[in-house]
């Protein structure tokens, strides 16, 4: 092979870049002399040549999402949802090619500063040294890289898309039917366009924040003040307390909800039973725990509290342990009593080291899909619950459940997925740069 000649003064940089932006690899092959990094780069391109009809194909039929044809078999019929997830992942694969033409070109830049500044070319037998110093980083996170975007970005935005489409039952189910594209026609529905979806939407909203927020605030306050009392008693027996109340924490939230629920049946729960027995409670007068509004919310708070507890406990008497003794002293010497000493030393220290943990859990409430639906599955049923399939304790995630394996409502619940995505992704980003890898590292 014939290569053409460059010069060593940086002149002829332009030639590289032109070249290698002309056909991958063709730089390596012309100037450099790098014939097997060229010819390696070039097969790439030339793969995705060959495959250009199938790629043409394929965003096609993601533009389309198929033509509807009644007069063919079902099985032959265009299926919506899968030309959608072809298209999405072809669109990966582009991404990927356009990211190595881009590395490709960078490396025929890279290799020739490296000619200007020592005059020596680099050999063919130097690659393989080449992917294990200077390209390891690349060479080393590309799997990882490969994984992330083909099982949780291409996901995320299958997801995504669903919510730009009329995906729903019953005129819109594939194969049988096809999809199409509606833009915000599915955000307008919920968001004003239609009363009875928009109340639902309001409603289930804003009983998820305020869920989330006294989840969070009651398990946090009764850890912290457990952990205060095992640590401030002189009971000999403190480690068998302690190994009690971890046991709620301990037993999966499966069995215990279950168990709660029964308990909680208002015609034939243990607890109302109870009472009648112990004449606190007449026969026709049975506690609703679990199917008023009002009082099933709370319910679901209380025992809530009842299952969280002891993780905060234990993640505030571990913080605990590392407050110094000399402050609690210096404290008590000027007069500070005990209860003086919690809130001017215990709870800032606690507080500054639990915090991100604080967040972390509001934003797993916000999400947290076995308290709700193992305990009152969502019920009591409201006005619009016939509709909407939205009852009085759903919040986000039960009703997107329930929108998609009773409704059949895809296109709905995407747009709650959605909307969950765009409120708690900050709190992600949030937690992530006050971590302390991201604070020191490179990122």
Request: hydrophobic content about 50%; some cysteine; proline content about 4%.
């Amino acid at each position: 092979m014939i290569a053409a000649s460059i010069c060593q003064d940086g002149s002829s940089k332009k030639k590289i870049l032109i070249s290698s932006l002309l056909f991958m690899g063709l730089g390596h092959i012309l100037y450099l002399k790098q014939y097997v990094k060229g010819i390696l780069y070039a097969l790439i391109e030339i793969l995705f040549l060959f495959f250009t009809p199938t790629v043409y194909k394929k965003i096609a039929g993601l533009i389309t999402l198929g033509d509807p044809h009644p007069e063919l078999p079902i099985k032959q019929r265009d299926h919506s949802m899968f030309m959608m997830i072809d298209g999405i992942l072809i669109l990966a694969v582009v991404f990927i090619f356009i990211l190595l033409y881009y590395l490709s070109v960078q490396n025929a830049l890279s290799d020739y500063k490296d000619y200007c500044a020592t005059g020596i070319k680099a050999k063919n037998k130097n690659i393989l040294a080449e992917l294990g110093n200077k390209s390891f980083p690349i060479v080393g996170l590309m799997p990882m890289i490969l994984l992330v975007l083909f099982f949780v970005v291409v996901p995320l935005i299958f997801s995504a898309c669903v919510a730009f489409t009329n995906y729903s039952a019953p005129k819109n189910i594939p194969p049988n039917n096809t999809v199409d594209w509606v833009g915000l026609d599915n955000f307008r529905a919920l968001f004003g366009g239609d009363a009875t979806w928009s109340g639902a939407l309001g409603r289930v909203a804003g009983w998820t924040l305020i869920w989330a927020f006294f989840a969070t605030l009651t398990c946090y306050a009764g850890g912290m003040v457990m952990a205060v009392v095992l640590q401030e008693s002189k009971i000999k027996i403190k480690p068998f307390f302690r190994s009690i109340f971890i046991l709620p924490y301990a037993v999966p939230t499966v069995v215990s909800m279950l168990v709660w629920q029964n308990l909680l049946n208002g015609s034939f729960g243990t607890v109302n039973r109870t009472l009648i027995a112990l004449g606190l409670l007449d026969k026709s007068a049975v506690i609703p725990w679990l199917s008023n509004v009002t009082l099933a919310r709370f319910v679901v708070i209380l025992i809530n509290l009842w299952a969280g507890f002891p993780y905060f406990m234990l993640l505030t008497m571990g913080t605990m342990t590392s407050i110094s003794n000399e402050q609690y002293e210096a404290a008590g010497m000027d007069g500070c009593t005990k209860t003086q000493a919690f809130r001017y030393i215990t709870l800032p220290q606690v507080l500054y080291q639990t915090m991100p943990l604080i967040i972390m859990s509001f934003t797993y409430n916000i999400n947290n899909f076995g308290a709700i639906f193992f305990l009152t599955g969502g019920n009591p049923i409201v006005a619009d619950s016939t509709v909407t399939s939205a009852r009085g304790t759903d919040i986000m995630v039960t009703w997107i459940y329930k929108l998609t394996i009773t409704l059949l409502k895809y296109n709905y619940a995407s747009v709650l997925a959605v909307c969950i995505f765009v409120v708690l992704a900050p709190f992600a980003i949030y937690n992530f740069r006050r971590t302390k890898s991201y604070k020191e590292g490179e990122l």
